[in-house]
T-cell receptor, first 113, second 110 residues
Framework: EAQVTQNPRYLITVTGKKLTVTCSQNMNHEYMSWYRQDPGLGLRQIYY???????DKGDVPEGYKVSRKEKRNFPLILESPSPNQTSLYFC????????????FGDGTRLSIL | DQQVKQNSPSLSVQEGRISILNCDYTNSMFDYFLWYKKYPAEGPTFLIS?????DKNEDGRFTVFLNKSAKHLSLHIVPSQPGDSAVYFCAASAGNQFYFGTGTSLTVIP
């Protein structure tokens, strides 16, 4: 089954404790992206990757890092999480880029205390 | 600043009637527009898209209209069904970046 898998689905942690949210897709997609969803703000793009070793900032990249060492994986790293990063996060992928429908994971709810 | 706006947070429609969801954008460089549907505890799922060179695209019960001069996008669902009850996001792309609206929660009343 074609899917984008995120882990964990839920996480409560404390300020400053490094965390990684993993994202994996099994569709051989070139393009992958991370979004956060906040009330009243919709989904905002954090980072995206056009291909292996190619990543770029989206609209709200501050406080986040990503890496794309292999095509299927695109982890989101919070080196020193802060309460304003409490949010619902989605990973997505598409075959070549944004001018194509993206497949989304089911989301990761992060709470930073 | 929100480049893609959905000014109606919610909409209620009777089953069988038409649902019209609206979206406005500010960036004239957007060249591709999409609608996504989202159920609780799930990720958004793609519904329908339209290129900026077109003004209409239809897929079954769903039609998207694009008015470039007004920078306005709309999604028509006819006939509406209870299973259409969800949050609908419009989205637009420029280059490799992607911008979403804030969403409209549609309730279809049986």
């Amino acid at each position: 089954e074609a899917q984008v898998t995120q882990n964990p689905r839920y996480l409560i942690t404390v300020t400053g404790k490094k965390l990684t949210v993993t994202c994996s897709q099994n569709m051989n997609h070139e393009y992958m992206s991370w979004y956060r969803q906040d009330p009243g703000l919709g989904l905002r793009q954090i980072y995206y990757s056009m291909n292996v070793e190619v990543t770029d900032k989206g609209d709200v990249p501050e406080g986040y890092k990503v890496s794309r060492k292999e095509k299927r994986n695109f982890p989101l790293i919070l080196e020193s999480p802060s309460p304003n990063q409490t949010s619902l996060y989605f990973c997505a992928s598409s075959l070549y880029g944004v001018n194509q429908p993206q497949h989304f994971g089911d989301g990761t709810r992060l709470s930073i205390l | 600043d929100q480049q893609v706006k959905q000014n109606s947070p919610s909409l209620s429609v009777q089953e069988g009637r038409i649902s019209i969801l609206n979206c406005d954008y500010t960036n004239s460089m957007f060249d591709y527009f999409l609608w996504y549907k989202k159920y609780p505890a799930e990720g958004p799922t793609f519904l329908i898209s339209i290129s900026s060179i077109k003004d209409k695209n239809e897929d079954g019960r769903f039609t998207v209209f694009l008015n470039k001069s007004a920078k306005h996008l709309s999604l028509h669902i006819v006939p509406s069904q209870p299973g259409d009850s969800a949050v609908y996001f419009c989205a637009a792309s420029a280059g490799n970046q992607f911008y979403f609206g804030t969403g409209t929660s549609l309730t279809v009343i049986p």
